[in-house]
Structure formats: structure tokens, C-alpha cells
């Protein structure tokens, strides 16, 4: 049975999971309501205490129906309809959960928050919240490991610019990147940013690898709003990390933005990363093949066809053209531009010191004081995992810009095993 109750008897509860309320929404709500009437009573329960300013004994704490109340208040209602359930506080906390998980009301963070809340306050295990709640345990721990993504990556869920499906490809980039792999800030991040041309400059700054694909242009005068509080979280976590970050953070972080500008869908972004991996498998493979035998490739002595363009790339001085190259100074010559290349992309992904650590540490027990033996032995395993899904002499990079100087030498030579009827694997 409802009754009408006055407004200011009404408070809502401070455990309420859902935290946000996106101001817009309660107005076309109020909008609805004020044209319609109120089709559903809010749900309050006595509070334990009567509220300052109530006309009455029985003050009540809203258990659901918060937004209903707040778009009344838009309307400046008097009363409201309500019923009114004998619930305790831990009762209506479980009540407010699950009526906000029925009306999917609550965001990804809240949700996770709200279980992670109850689990500590009622000292129960994920198994019986799944139970209580009416879900899998799976869907428990997945929704509380969104808790232990830092800031700058879990910024896109919270602030709703990019599904929890999305960010969840985004942690993926943790699973290939190296245990102990950090980039440090030497200098001191700006505050905040002045506008949205500053952020975007950061997102390029920041990019993974050094001829990763573009990022996406952004338009959108509601693209631009949001880059910048995005740059700031970033800023923000590198202060607050005492100027030394996660590598595979810098990467989540700046993949969430391109996923956000390009309007990638789920699957998008997925094959964006995968792209990610391989590349970045394929250089642990190139370096790490080269540095435990302790060699570097060096060039051919070559002397480089003048291209359409006009620009001759040129190594050093030789005796031989392009043309004339044997098999195997060809693939010198790849060999060499994919590692520097590697070496290169590495270093601009944070990851170039800890996989040297890692492979100079091979047969070696003693402890290095950037990274530690269980890091080293994780490490290890992910060079090798990476050595079963990559091989042959694979291309620096997809993106490589043709016209540049390194560009146009590895077509030259590709083209040049073409000519003598010679194919290698190419990932």
C-alpha cells in the first residue's frame, strides 16, 4: 500500500550504491512525470532518526526510486507517493542493489563498488553475494576486478565514454606487455591542461610505439570536452605514482582515447590490439634472439636505388646496388632495419630496459635491482610464449610511412626477394 509523503521527509540513503546522476536524465524524467504523473511509488523505509526540518515522527530513508525523488523536487512537489517497507539498513542495502541491478540504473564502477561494499560489510564470500543477488560468481569477480584497473584506463567507463566491454580489451594489454616494464616522467606534468589541443598533443606524445597508426582525428565539440578531463586523470596518476607508471597503463590509457575519438566498437578496438600485440611480440622475439647471443645485426654494404620520390636511403658506402644484392645480404639488410626498429618501438613503449634485463639475465640467477627473479622468470615465459605465435622476418611496424628513409629501403629489398623468386613469412 502507497501513501503520499511529504518531500522534505524524505532523505535519500548515504549507501545508496548509485553515486551519479546525470542531471539531464532527472529533467526529461521530471518532464515526463510533471505530464504523465508519477506511474510508480518510490520505496523509503523509516529512518532510525527524524529528519531536521520533517513535520512529523515518521521520517523515511529512500531505499529506490532516488530519481524519482529527485525529479519531483524539479517540479517542486510537495508530496510524494511512496511505499513504505519495515526494512533495517542491511536489508535496504540489499533492497537498493538489487532494484538498481534490475533497472540496470547503476554504471560499471558503481556496481562494482556497491559489491565490493557488501562483501566487506557483511563478511561474505563472492559465491554467496553471487547467490543473493541473483547472478554468477563469475559475473561477481569480473565486476570487482574492475576495481584494481588504475585511473587513467577505468576513466572511460566511469565517465561513461566507453563500455565495460571496452575496457576489458583494454586490460588485455597487460597480459603481453613485461613484468617490471615502467616509463618515468623526469619532468614535472603540467597541473591541467588549457584546452583540447593540449590533450590531444598528449595523446600523441604518449602513443604505445613510435609508428603506431595515427590517432583518430576529433571533430565533435563533445569529443573535445572530454579529451581533456581524460589528459588530466592521466596527469593527475603520474603525480600521484611519484612520476613512474606502468607502461601497459600509458598503452590502455591511450588506446581508451582512440577507442573514444574513433568510435570503435568492441570488435574494433579488439583488432586494434591485437595489432598491438603482435607487433610488440614480434619485437620481443627480434631483440631478444639477438641479445642472447650477445650480437647486433649491422648493415650490408649497400648502396640504395634513388627513389620516385627523390630520396635515396643509404646505410653506408658499397660496392653493390640494391639489384645486385644476394639472398642473403637482403636479409641483412631486413634484419637489421627490424631490429632497430624494434629497438625503437620498445623504447618508446617503456618496455625496451626490462626486456634487456630480461635477456641478459638468461642463465643468470643473481638478483638485478630493476627487476626481481619472479619478474625475470615472467618475462622469460612471455618471450617464449611469444616465440610460438610469431617467427620469420617480420615488418618493424604495419605503419611503417613508405616514404621515409627506412620505408623505402625494406620495400627496395622486399622487392628485391621477389626478384629472385624468394618468399619469407611476414607477420
Known sequence: MS????????????????????????????????????AVPITVRPASKRLAGGDRPEDYVIVAGERRWRAAQHLDWNRIRAEVREAGVEEARWLALVENLQREALSPMEEARALRHLLRQDGITQTELAKRIGKDQSYVSQKLRLLKVPPPVSFWVEEGLLSEAHVRQLMRIEGFYLCGATITYKEEPEKSLEDSSQAHQ??????PTNQIRCFPRFEEADQRKHLQPAADCFLNYVREQGHTVDAWVVAAWHHGGAAYTGEMSVSELSGTIDELELLIRGHYVCLANHWTKDEEPFPPSVKFEPSSLGISPSWREGEKSVSDLTRDEVLQGLRFIQYWGAEGDLDQAGLLSALRSTCYSQDREEKREDLDQSQIRANRALVEESRDQVGGISCPTEAMNEDAPDGIAWHQLMNRLSELGISISSN
Open 3 to 38: 501513501e503520499d509523503i511529504p518531500l522534505r521527509n524524505i532523505a535519500p540513503d548515504p549507501e545508496q550504491p548509485r553515486k551519479d546522476f546525470d542531471e539531464t536524465k532527472i529533467e526529461e524524467l521530471a518532464q515526463s512525470m510533471a505530464q504523465q504523473g508519477q
Open 202 to 207: 598528449l595523446f600523441l606524445q604518449e602513443r
